[in-house]
């Protein structure tokens, strides 16, 4: 997929029906959601007389009930089925509910209502383990992040125009009732009409025995989950952003009608805003990510989700309006701005956070049992939705204000980035490699596709600076086992670096014979179970920007392990602060200037059999060329 085609897919049948059908689905919920909720905060005492506090956190979580009941199920479905077919049955499903739902809004029955919300649960889980197992089936790993950028801008696009025109319709007078109720059943006819287009998706695991009990399936789900750490802790972050989001959009209709002071329409307003700041920041994520699964956008994510979230918090304090006003006097208040700022924020960093972790779950886990860990992940975030709405409840209660649940939703969100990422150092490592060839260096990779997506290799590479494995390895699509001279795994900072990547650290026979023989173990190893593992074969930096000769290391590496060895080079390092280039470090690095140009060249593959010091040394010297 080229730089700038990530929309491309939409004209494409292999996405583009499937696309309109998911943003359907996402639309329709949200727009009976939101209807509802309008109708219960501005008009509840023609509905009913339970509070509209309770009733704002209990509807979303009875909408998300199913997806702890029947996720497992739902999972098991669409590994064992096509998947096109499972699209269109629960299309089907779609409109008897919403058939359901009219009924209820016709006759002021809140409680069908009410059955309709639970109903359209069902309905989003039985098509989540589609929708998210569909992906790999069908793009190419490169398109991976733009499919899943787009899928995610979609549903949360989705998600503001539905609530946009469920917030308007319902209150349009006098047939608000009744555009709701047959708006909806026409929209869910479309999205079946949609469904119809999707191709051919072979089911993974057409002779799986469906287990229909489904706490044993729940508990297998997550136990299987749980035996891929990245994977898993990644479903646990997945879930985290669903209970920080579940938590912020509970209480926009009352943060805006009783905090705000405004009517219906800042309340859509605010909507907006969040949803356009999820999807601008679903999009970025290609770019910034350069086209492959970049995890470490993960913790940049996650930091604006709580810099921006409390200052949320300060934002409202600082809002001192106490009149009634519409979206338009909203916008003219001191400090609403601000306000619609963090909210655009929260939605872009939100995009940055769950993006990568959805690429990370389909590429990394099994790929017969995609759907059931989506499914695994399913019901994780529905139980964590469900905690967000007794979070909320109880806090309110215990009289927190809106705004100070902002903060503390903000601060628990600050807590668990540092657990899961003490846990997973990649992703903080994977993030620090990402902010050096963005704000440092500019990077430049060519051909990088050669680095194989999955199987054993080795990498070899001209040494040029202290931070070169930091360099490759935030251009690779997956992990990389360095191999490097055990005193620049030493250094300070950089090594905590080094170790979280899980480095093998080597020395030269003659200062440390025992170190030299583990790390040639520890290479065989990690090749036998199928990693990358890269090696500077001259041993030691450059001293002069000119290459030194290669040694006999990789000779021993293939002989031991026969696999593809694939040559790199990197150019335009040579001079800057981190390299043994004469003179002052500062002054090199001033004369370069900020965001100093580098590249990364990616070489065809070598059999073990040419994979000689000599071969490689020449490789790799063409490769580099002139530019040092």
């Known amino acids: ?48 007389t339970l509070d509209p506090g309770l009733l704002n956190n209990l509807i979303p979580g009875l909408f998300i009930l199913p997806f702890v ?11 064992k089925f096509e998947k096109e077919k499972l699209a269109r049955y629960v299309k089907l499903l779609e409109i008897a ?83 709701v109720a047959f708006g909806t059943i026409g929209i869910a006819v479309l999205g079946w009409l949609f469904s119809r287009g999707i191709p051919h998706s072979p089911a993974p695991a057409p002779d799986l025995r469906i287990n229909w009990n489904p706490i044993t399936e729940t508990v297998r789900n997550i136990s299987f989950t749980r035996q891929n750490r990245p994977v898993f802790l990644s479903v646990l972050g997945n879930s985290w952003f669903w209970f920080y989001g579940a938590v912020i959009l509970a209480q926009f209709p009352l943060y805006a009608k009783d905090y705000l002071h405004g009517d219906h329409s800042v309340f859509v307003l605010l909507l907006t805003v969040f949803s356009i700041g999820i999807g601008a920041g679903s999009l970025l994520c290609e770019r910034l990510s350069g086209h492959k699964v970049e995890i470490g956008l993960v913790p940049f994510g996650s930091i604006g989700l709580s810099v921006f979230g409390f200052d949320l918090y300060l934002s409202s304090l600082a809002y001192t309006n106490t009149a009634m006003v519409d979206m338009a006097g909203f916008v003219a208040q001191s400090g609403s701005l601000r306000i619609l700022f963090d909210l655009v924020m ?26 059931r860990t989506i499914a695994g992940m399913n019901i994780m975030n529905a139980l964590f939705m469900v905690v967000a709405a ?8 215990m009289g927190f204000s809106i705004p100070e649940l902002f903060m503390a939703t903000a601060l628990a969100n600050a807590l668990v980035a540092v657990y899961i990422f003490s846990l997973v150092p990649e992703f903080l490592m994977r993030f620090l490699a990402w902010l050096l060839i963005h704000t440092v260096h500019r990077v430049h990779t060519v051909d990088k596709e ?31 086992r360095f191999v490097m001279d055990h005193r620049i795994f030493k250094i300070p900072v950089l090594s905590w670096i080094f170790r979280t990547a899980k480095a093998i650290p080597i020395a030269p026979a003659k200062e440390d014979p025992w170190l030299m023989e583990k790390a040639f173990v520890d290479i065989a190893q990690a090749l036998h179970e199928g990693e990358l593992v890269c090696i500077f074969p001259e041993g030691k930096l450059t001293s002069t920007g000119e290459m030194n000769e290669f040694r006999n290391g990789i000779s021993k590496i293939v002989e031991r392990t026969p696999v593809p060895v694939i040559p790199m080079a990197l150019r335009g390092l040579w001079g800057s602060m981190l390299t043994r280039s004469p003179g002052n470090p500062f002054g090199r690095s001033f004369r370069r200037g900020p965001f100093s140009r580098l590249s990364l060249v990616v070489g065809e593959p070598v059999t073990p059999a040419k994979a000689t010091p000599e071969h490689l040394y020449e490789h790799v010297l063409a490769l580099r060329g002139d530019w040092k």
């Open 1 to 48: 997929m080229s730089q700038s085609s990530q929309f491309s897919l939409l004209g494409q049948r292999r996405f583009g029906p499937f696309f309109w059908t998911q943003f359907l689905g996402a639309f329709n919920d949200n727009v009976f959601k939101t209807a509802l909720l309008t109708v219960l905060t501005y008009d509840a005492l023609s509905w009913t």
């Open 69 to 79: 009941l029947f996720s497992a199920t739902a999972g098991q479905l669409a590994d």
């Open 97 to 179: 509910i919403m058939a359901i739902a009219a009924f209820g809004w016709m006759t002021r029955e809140l409680w069908l209502l009410v059955a309709a919300v639970v109903g359209m649960g069902l309905h989003s889980t039985m098509f989540g383990p589609v929708k998210y197992a569909y992906l790999p089936q069908h793009l190419k790993p490169e398109e991976l992040v733009g499919g899943n950028g787009v899928i995610e801008m979609g549903t949360f696009v989705g998600i503001l125009l539905g609530e946009v025109l469920g917030a308007m319709l319902v209150v349009y007078k006098p047939i608000g009732i009744e555009l």
């Open 346 to 371: 929260i939605g872009v960093f939100g995009g940055f956070y769950i993006v990568p972790l959805f690429a990370l779950i389909q590429t990394r886990c099994d790929r017969k049992h995609v759907s």
């Open 390 to 397: 007794v979070f909320a409840m109880i806090l309110l209660k």
């Open 450 to 480: 050669r680095i194989p997506g999955e199987g054993a290799a080795v990498l070899v590479c001209n040494h040029v600076s202290y931070v070169d494995a930091v360099v490759i390895m935030a251009a690779s699509p997956r992990p990389i």
